[in-house]
């Protein structure tokens, strides 16, 4: 695990590039890869690297070269399948001078050129100077699980970097708010497309490659996650079920590659079960598993992962979090996320992984499965509530939502109506209502509330689901379940994956997602429905195929969200941490937000009127934000 970066200036900029100028990006990112690091300087092009030592301990170093000098290369990630291949390349005469992956990739590279992505499987971001066809290629791997980012200036200069800071490090953009990113982010935890809250910063997206030549870019999507297509009828669910634990047993294989100690993250429940059911048939040591809690009794869970932990017979490790050392934590590590961290359970993760890096180096983690196998609640929800509308047409009609709203709010209890403004007869029949705007942050009609008028203006377009709604449509035709988990893979799981990279790289540790093995991802798209969500039972073909491998106790639990007591705090002694970032003069001068409905926010909140954590948790992320990287206040930065 790595960090990259890298400058290519135009022809018609009439700049070189400066060495310092890379190192300044660079070494912002040493928390990435402290072990070494390396620079490339030529001309119009530059490139950093700063290595976490994984594999090939000796020789990876880079930037790395080919062997006649043409190609230069920066790679962040693993490549699980790099030594399938040298027996070929080594016949077709290519020489290597390291055991490393990143050399089994230039190699590749010089076979295919830029289809060389089709090649790899693993997580990856990388970028490769190819001189003699003057030429800078980026890639990222299919999922995003590896993050890269970068800025196209004016004058068609390329600036790239695994994080956006080493970007304003190299003064590719000024830190500005992206007010057309804003809504997207106060519906959606984190934006839904290729923005990111900076003016000028973007992403690549995953299973994006870029192509820039002296100022022209060409961005091209080279996978997806294919559509589903008409499942065999004939095919007993036995079977598929069969060649899904395959596919994931090699999965977790596969992440086993290291010349450093590994472990895992082990929460207890079904997805981190799994990977360990699975791992402690593949090794001869017990594993070492870690897990994190609170001090609060209802944000501590660690009896679920002690239970796994016996279970699998692992050196298992724990940590017990503070609100005191959460809170303490937080613009740091807002620091390190680049932008607002969209979930409070990013902090527990990388005390989780601070405790992981005094044992080990690369940990395997359940990420993605909710995503692929629909974990979430909301996916049955949603589900229902349109069965039902489409069985009962005439009770949706907007003259009767309108019977039912007025009758509700007098009548219906507070608790009982929180639950009915979130069903068919309360909203209108689609998947807009029912699972965009139903299960926002922010839903359309607060942010018309939450937002002055000058900041509605300034963000333009008003459409915070607009990249929701363009990837649901492009799967028409599909089956709904289908539909929805496309959506989630291609726009929120990125933004899990991003926290996932950068809480533990905050530590120095590299994770890996067994769930996410683009092959394991291609197959399980093809699997009818019914063997992701089969009645009230969620992850269906997981639950199953991991009888006997997991204990019962662990199949049968349901669905369980890490649990991180925001509510509580912002309700007791850290309310006035909520009252100074979204109340006081700071966030007042900044002009985004209507300060009375706010504060309605923060004073319902701490009556217990209402439940606003989520809510809360985004404004106040968003001011550590902008007072980290707008007003240049400094957080404590610890050595790596």
Same mark, same amino acid.
């Given at each position: 695990?790595?960090?990259?970066?890298?400058?290519?200036?135009?022809?018609?900029?009439?700049?070189?590039?400066?060495?310092?100028?890379?190192?300044?990006?660079?070494?912002?990112?040493?928390?990435?890869?402290?072990?070494?690091?390396?620079?490339?300087?030529?001309?119009?092009?530059?490139?950093?690297?700063?290595?976490?030592?994984?594999?090939?301990?000796?020789?990876?170093?880079?930037?790395?070269?080919?062997?006649?000098?043409?190609?230069?290369?920066?790679?962040?990630?693993?490549?699980?399948?790099?030594?399938?291949?040298?027996?070929?390349?080594?016949?077709?005469?290519?020489?290597?001078?390291?055991?490393?992956?990143?050399?089994?990739?230039?190699?590749?590279?010089?076979?295919?050129?830029?289809?060389?992505?089709?090649?790899?499987?693993?997580?990856?971001?990388?970028?490769?100077?190819?001189?003699?066809?003057?030429?800078?290629?980026?890639?990222?791997?299919?999922?995003?699980?590896?993050?890269?980012?970068?800025?196209?200036?004016?004058?068609?200069?390329?600036?790239?970097?695994?994080?956006?800071?080493?970007?304003?490090?190299?003064?590719?953009?000024?830190?500005?708010?992206?007010?057309?990113?804003?809504?997207?982010?106060?519906?959606?935890?984190?934006?839904?497309?290729?923005?990111?809250?900076?003016?000028?910063?973007?992403?690549?997206?995953?299973?994006?490659?870029?192509?820039?030549?002296?100022?022209?870019?060409?961005?091209?999507?080279?996978?997806?996650?294919?559509?589903?297509?008409?499942?065999?009828?004939?095919?007993?669910?036995?079977?598929?079920?069969?060649?899904?634990?395959?596919?994931?047993?090699?999965?977790?294989?596969?992440?086993?590659?290291?010349?450093?100690?590994?472990?895992?993250?082990?929460?207890?429940?079904?997805?981190?079960?799994?990977?360990?059911?699975?791992?402690?048939?593949?090794?001869?040591?017990?594993?070492?598993?870690?897990?994190?809690?609170?001090?609060?009794?209802?944000?501590?869970?660690?009896?679920?992962?002690?239970?796994?932990?016996?279970?699998?017979?692992?050196?298992?490790?724990?940590?017990?979090?503070?609100?005191?050392?959460?809170?303490?934590?937080?613009?740091?590590?807002?620091?390190?996320?680049?932008?607002?961290?969209?979930?409070?359970?990013?902090?527990?993760?990388?005390?989780?992984?601070?405790?992981?890096?005094?044992?080990?180096?690369?940990?395997?983690?359940?990420?993605?499965?909710?995503?692929?196998?629909?974990?979430?609640?909301?996916?049955?929800?949603?589900?229902?509530?349109?069965?039902?509308?489409?069985?009962?047409?005439?009770?949706?009609?907007?003259?009767?939502?309108?019977?039912?709203?007025?009758?509700?709010?007098?009548?219906?209890?507070?608790?009982?109506?929180?639950?009915?403004?979130?069903?068919?007869?309360?909203?209108?029949?689609?998947?807009?209502?029912?699972?965009?705007?139903?299960?926002?942050?922010?839903?359309?009609?607060?942010?018309?509330?939450?937002?002055?008028?000058?900041?509605?203006?300034?963000?333009?377009?008003?459409?915070?689901?607009?990249?929701?709604?363009?990837?649901?449509?492009?799967?028409?035709?599909?089956?709904?379940?289908?539909?929805?988990?496309?959506?989630?893979?291609?726009?929120?799981?990125?933004?899990?994956?991003?926290?996932?990279?950068?809480?533990?790289?905050?530590?120095?540790?590299?994770?890996?997602?067994?769930?996410?093995?683009?092959?394991?991802?291609?197959?399980?798209?093809?699997?009818?429905?019914?063997?992701?969500?089969?009645?009230?039972?969620?992850?269906?073909?997981?639950?199953?195929?991991?009888?006997?491998?997991?204990?019962?106790?662990?199949?049968?639990?349901?669905?369980?969200?890490?649990?991180?007591?925001?509510?509580?705090?912002? #309700?007791?002694?850290?309310?006035?941490? +909520? &009252? *100074? !970032?979204?109340? $006081?003069?700071?966030?007042?001068?900044?002009? %985004?937000? /209507? #300060?009375?409905?706010?504060?309605?926010? +923060? &004073? *319902? !909140?701490?009556? $217990?009127?209402?439940?606003?954590?989520?809510? %809360?948790? /985004?404004?106040?992320?968003?001011?550590?934000?902008?007072?980290?990287?707008?007003? $240049?206040?400094?957080?404590?930065?610890?050595?790596?």
């Amino acid at each position: 695990m790595c960090g990259i970066n890298g400058i290519a200036f135009s022809s018609r900029s009439g700049a070189l590039v400066d060495p310092d100028v890379l190192v300044r990006m660079r070494d912002v990112m040493t928390h990435r890869g402290p072990d070494e690091a390396g620079l490339f300087a030529r001309g119009l092009v530059g490139l950093g690297h700063r290595r976490l030592s994984i594999v090939d301990l000796k020789t990876g170093q880079q930037p790395m070269t080919n062997e006649d000098g043409s190609l230069h290369i920066v790679f962040n990630g693993e490549i699980y399948n790099h030594a399938d291949y040298r027996p070929e390349l080594e016949a077709r005469g290519h020489r290597y001078s390291t055991r490393s992956d990143t050399e089994t990739i230039l190699h590749l590279y010089e076979e295919h050129g830029p289809a060389v992505v089709d090649f790899l499987r693993g997580m990856f971001a990388m970028a490769i100077w190819d001189a003699t066809e003057k030429r800078l290629f980026l890639a990222r791997d299919r999922l995003g699980i590896k993050p890269l980012y970068y800025v196209h200036t004016a004058d068609g200069s390329l600036f790239f970097a695994s994080e956006i800071k080493a970007l304003l490090a190299g003064g590719a953009v000024r830190p500005e708010l992206n007010h057309a990113a804003l809504p997207d982010y106060l519906a959606n935890h984190a934006t839904s497309d290729d923005q990111t809250l900076f003016a000028g910063v973007k992403r690549l997206l995953p299973g994006h490659t870029l192509l820039w030549r002296d100022g022209a870019l060409t961005v091209r999507q080279y996978w997806d996650v294919p559509l589903r297509g008409p499942a065999d009828p004939e095919r007993p669910d036995s079977a598929w079920i069969d060649e899904w634990r395959e596919l994931f047993r090699t999965s977790v294989k596969l992440r086993l590659m290291s010349d450093v100690p590994l472990g895992m993250f082990l929460s207890g429940g079904i997805d981190s079960s799994a990977i360990a059911g699975m791992m402690s048939r593949m090794v001869t040591e017990p594993i070492k598993t870690f897990s994190v809690a609170f001090d609060e009794r209802e944000a501590n869970e660690l009896e679920y992962a002690r239970s796994a932990a016996r279970a699998f017979g692992t050196d298992h490790h724990e940590v017990v979090v503070s609100a005191a050392e959460f809170f303490a934590e937080l613009p740091r590590l807002v620091w390190h996320e680049d932008e607002p961290i969209g979930h409070p359970a990013s902090v527990p993760l990388y005390f989780v992984s601070r405790l992981a890096k005094d044992h080990v180096t690369v940990v395997l983690t359940g990420e993605g499965a909710d995503e692929l196998l629909g974990g979430y609640a909301r996916y049955r929800k949603t589900l229902i509530n349109l069965r039902l509308a489409s069985l009962y047409g005439h009770v949706s009609s907007a003259g009767l939502r309108r019977l039912v709203r007025g009758a509700g709010e007098r009548v219906v209890p507070p608790r009982w109506l929180q639950k009915l403004r979130r069903t068919f007869l309360w909203r209108p029949a689609d998947v807009e209502d029912l699972y965009f705007d139903n299960f926002a942050v922010f839903p359309r009609a607060s942010q018309q509330a939450l937002l002055v008028d000058a900041e509605k203006e300034r963000a333009g377009a008003f459409d915070p689901y607009a990249g929701l709604r363009s990837c649901f449509e492009r799967r028409d035709g599909e089956g709904l379940l289908n539909r929805l988990l496309y959506t989630d893979i291609k726009t929120y799981l990125h933004e899990l994956l991003m926290k996932q990279d950068q809480m533990s790289m905050a530590a120095s540790i590299e994770s890996r997602v067994p769930f996410l093995d683009h092959k394991l991802v291609e197959f399980t798209a093809a699997l009818p429905e019914r063997l992701k969500l089969r009645g009230g039972i969620t992850k269906f073909v997981l639950r199953t195929s991991m009888k006997g491998a997991v204990p019962d106790e662990i199949l049968r639990r349901p669905k369980m969200g890490f649990p991180v007591p925001i509510g509580t705090w912002f #309700r007791g002694k850290h309310r006035r941490f +909520v &009252e *100074e !970032h979204l109340l $006081g003069e700071r966030a007042a001068r900044r002009g %985004l937000f /209507s #300060r009375s409905f706010v504060k309605t926010l +923060v &004073e *319902e !909140h701490g009556s $217990g009127r209402a439940d606003h954590s989520e809510r %809360l948790w /985004s404004l106040v992320n968003l001011e550590i934000w902008q007072r980290v990287y707008l007003d $240049g206040d400094t957080p404590a930065v610890r050595s790596a």
